[in-house]
């Protein structure tokens, strides 16, 4: 049989899944269900029922949800609200980079936990940083001078989340000429303090610590430079990978 008598069916373009945010029953701990953010659409999905389907450009007040919905309570200091990282995906999706293709899967190479660091107080949670495997560096940003030069957009109400795990979770969907052209600017346009570059070496020799039962591994010889890594086991298994061979994956 000849296998090209007849042209191959075409699949639907499937849009990448960028975000699942967790949704509560106000003032329980009872999940409702999860709003699953897209490059042009937000969906909610309920734990019962049927999900429904909004343009991304309306935001969260578009899905009309129940008032009985809201935050999970007692969450940790600091937390950042739904509606402000949904805003920010806003912000993100209408930037340069999206209106290009967007990787299927996200980019291993991305780390989504880093933070300041002083050697006399220990890891600084209001400072983030976003690591990237760049070929045979680390590069690490700071993550909420950088969300303006990444995505070439400067919202006139600021960027409402500019947290570093929303960052590394928009860039990790970058094809990866995108991501070069990201961190080419970054390293252009900001003070050195913005970014830090670490070889394979340095990232090997890093040493860790616990605290609090948390353990946090140090990139760095000095105030100026120090960064902990926090990093989960896949994590922690990418970077030894990459450590080993210079890929990721």
Same mark, same amino acid.
């Given at each position: 049989?000849?296998?090209y008598?007849?042209?191959?069916?075409?699949?639907?373009?499937?849009?990448?899944? /960028?975000?699942?945010?967790?949704l509560?029953?106000?003032f329980?701990?009872?999940?409702?269900?999860?709003i699953?953010v897209?490059?042009?659409? /937000?969906?909610f999905?309920?734990?019962?029922?049927?999900?429904?389907t909004?343009?991304?450009?309306?935001?969260l007040? !578009? /899905?009309?949800l129940?008032?009985?919905?809201? !935050?999970?309570?007692?969450l940790k200091?600091r937390a950042?609200?739904?509606?402000?990282?949904i805003?920010?995906?806003?912000q993100?999706? !209408?930037s340069?980079? #999206?209106q290009r293709?967007l990787?299927?899967a996200?980019y291993?190479?991305?780390l989504?936990?880093a933070?300041? @660091? %002083?050697?006399?107080?220990? !890891?600084?949670?209001?400072?983030a940083f976003v690591?990237?495997?760049d070929?045979?560096?680390?590069?690490?940003?700071?993550?909420?001078?950088? #969300?303006?030069?990444?995505?070439?957009r400067?919202?006139p109400?600021?960027w409402?989340?500019?947290?570093g795990a929303?960052?590394?979770r928009?860039l990790?969907?970058?094809a990866?000429?995108?991501?070069?052209?990201?961190? %080419?600017?970054v390293?252009?346009h900001t003070?050195?303090r913005?970014?830090r570059?670490?070889t394979?070496?340095e990232?090997?020799a890093?040493?860790? #610590?616990?605290?609090?039962?948390?353990?946090?591994?140090?990139?760095?010889?000095?105030?100026?430079?120090?960064?902990?890594?926090? /990093?989960?086991?896949?994590?922690?298994?990418?970077?030894e990978?990459?450590l080993?061979?210079? @890929?990721?994956?």
């Amino acid at each position: 049989m000849d296998p090209y008598r007849s042209p191959p069916e075409e699949t639907a373009h499937v849009e990448p899944e /960028l975000d699942r945010l967790p949704l509560w029953l106000r003032f329980t701990p009872l999940r409702a269900g999860w709003i699953v953010v897209t490059p042009s659409a /937000l969906r909610f999905e309920p734990r019962a029922g049927r999900a429904r389907t909004v343009p991304l450009a309306g935001g969260l007040e !578009a /899905l009309q949800l129940s008032l009985a919905l809201g !935050a999970r309570p007692r969450l940790k200091r600091r937390a950042i609200r739904t509606a402000d990282t949904i805003e920010s995906w806003r912000q993100i999706a !209408a930037s340069a980079p #999206y209106q290009r293709s967007l990787r299927a899967a996200r980019y291993a190479g991305i780390l989504a936990r880093a933070h300041g @660091h %002083s050697f006399a107080g220990g !890891a600084h949670e209001d400072r983030a940083f976003v690591p990237i495997v760049d070929g045979d560096h680390l590069v690490v940003i700071e993550a909420a001078p950088s #969300y303006e030069v990444c995505f070439e957009r400067d919202p006139p109400h600021g960027w409402p989340d500019h947290s570093g795990a929303l960052l590394a979770r928009a860039l990790s969907w970058l094809a990866r000429d995108e991501l070069a052209r990201v961190l %080419s600017r970054v390293r252009a346009h900001t003070h050195a303090r913005w970014c830090r570059v670490f070889t394979r070496e340095e990232v090997r020799a890093r040493p860790a #610590y616990v605290e609090d039962r948390r353990r946090f591994e140090l990139l760095g010889n000095n105030a100026r430079d120090a960064i902990a890594l926090e /990093l989960d086991a896949g994590e922690r298994a990418m970077l030894e990978h990459w450590l080993e061979t210079g @890929h990721v994956g």
